[in-house]
């Protein structure tokens, strides 16, 4: 079943077969993963930044398009949050991972298409819902393949692969999205098509391997009952807290970032809301991408992980009081490549620290899908609690303010973790 592009299952370097992968089969695994992981966050933040804010916005009117946006966020965070280690679960029961992303990825694509002809605010609700359910089942079994597969000793590499994801999907989302925002039918269709695609193509190319008996034996009930029991463990706690705020930190801006513009920035003339998030995201997106990479690659030749994750937490922290202080274009320009280079570093190098961190590698999806819960949990929720705070607690301003105190403390407390360096 091993071929060039398809990379077994890692385990215990010894003289056998069932050693660690070549350094080929290695590049082909990171360069798909890449590659699925740029198709997920493409669909979470061309929809989630630009297309469900004018879609809520086309529905409801401007001025309740905050708080609709929020509940309709808020909502769906619920099942995204529980879809995630259940799809885990599940996987590592099953002993597969491609039946989860391209099912996952299919559902999602139906359920995609679907919203952009919804003119009602419960449907709205009910579909993202169901797309964020089966996008946490792919984005589940996706994660589950860098603990799967990957040597401890690379795993900083594969964070920087994975970690590239974010940036070059989520420049690609935005730039589709807005491109596609003058027909909303359309552009759903389209990131319908997209993410569905990419998984016949990645589950084609990357052929799944059965993991061990030992990781696919415990009963469901059995896998339920150790769900609670992962956050138990110390390291896997405080990696689990840390990330939650340091993502919950940057989406609660990122998710508001086109009303930022429309109702908070003072912009040149010339350049819209929906043109200047574009820009925005494209400038992030290629910071983040930067700093990813470097991130990544020095915190393997150091072998430090903690140093970067606070540093780049502090730093975003601390970036957000520039909008604050000057809610200009310009303004937001540096906020903008600041933020970007911060949290590319983090996301470079925290799924690193997660991988050396599982309470156990043979629940190895199920352990990453609770520490999922850290990641798509905030994305889907920030935009609830960001309504919430502009519409009651001081507008703008006080967004911007606790997500600094978000990324300040997550960065804080990865020095709780005591087994990585």
């Not at 949050?81 to 039946?99: E, Q």
């Not at 970032?257 to 820009?279: C, E, F, K, N, R």
């Not at 606070?310 to 909008?323: H, K, N, R, T």
């Amino acid at each position: 079943m091993s071929t060039s592009n398809a990379p077994q299952l890692n385990r215990p370097a010894d003289s056998s077969p069932s050693g660690p992968p070549a350094a080929r089969s290695l590049r082909s695994l990171l360069t798909w993963l890449g590659f699925a992981n740029a198709a997920m966050y493409a669909i979470y933040l061309g929809l989630g930044g630009i297309l469900n804010p004018l879609l809520v916005e086309d529905v409801v009117g401007s001025a309740d398009k905050v708080t609709a946006l929020g509940i309709v966020s808020g909502v769906s965070a619920v099942f995204a949050t529980l879809a995630n280690p259940i799809a885990g679960a599940l996987s590592d029961r099953a002993g597969r991972r491609n039946p989860f992303i391209l099912g996952g990825a299919v559902l999602a694509a139906v359920s995609i298409a679907a919203l952009g002809s919804i003119n009602s605010l419960l449907l709205i609700a009910l579909f993202w819902s169901l797309a964020q359910i089966f996008m946490n089942s792919y984005q589940a079994a996706i994660t589950a393949i860098v603990p799967d597969r990957v040597p401890k000793e690379r795993l900083g590499t594969a964070s920087a692969m994975v970690g590239l994801g974010l940036p070059v999907g989520g420049l690609l989302g935005v730039t589709v999205a807005g491109g596609l925002s003058e027909s909303l039918n359309t552009a759903y269709l389209v990131f319908g098509v997209f993410i569905a695609f990419t998984a016949v193509l990645f589950t084609w190319r990357v052929k799944d391997v059965p993991l061990s008996s030992a990781a696919a034996g415990p009963s469901f009930k059995q896998q339920a009952a150790a769900f609670g029991g992962s956050l138990k463990a110390h390291d896997f706690r405080w990696a689990f807290i840390g990330r939650a705020l340091l993502v919950l930190g940057y989406f609660s801006v990122q998710g508001y970032q086109l009303y930022v513009l429309q109702d908070h920035v003072d912009m040149p003339s010339g350049i819209g809301a929906t043109a200047g998030t574009g820009i925005l995201s494209a400038l992030g997106m290629v910071a983040a991408g930067v700093s990813t990479v470097l991130g990544g690659t020095l915190s393997d030749k150091l072998g430090r992980r903690k140093i970067f994750i606070a540093a780049a937490g502090s730093v975003a922290g601390l970036a957000m009081i520039i909008p604050i202080a000057t809610p200009t274009w310009p303004g937001m320009l540096v906020f903008t490549v600041i933020n970007g280079l911060a949290f590319g570093c983090f996301m470079a190098v925290d799924t690193a620290v997660v991988a050396a961190v599982l309470p156990s590698q043979g629940d190895a999806a199920r352990d990453m899908g609770v520490l999922n819960v850290a990641n798509a949990g905030p994305q889907i929720v920030a935009p609830f609690v960001a309504s919430l705070l502009i519409a009651h607690l001081g507008g703008y301003n006080t967004l911007f303010a606790f997500a600094g105190i978000f990324a300040v403390v997550g960065a804080i407390s990865v020095y709780r973790i005591r087994s990585v360096n």
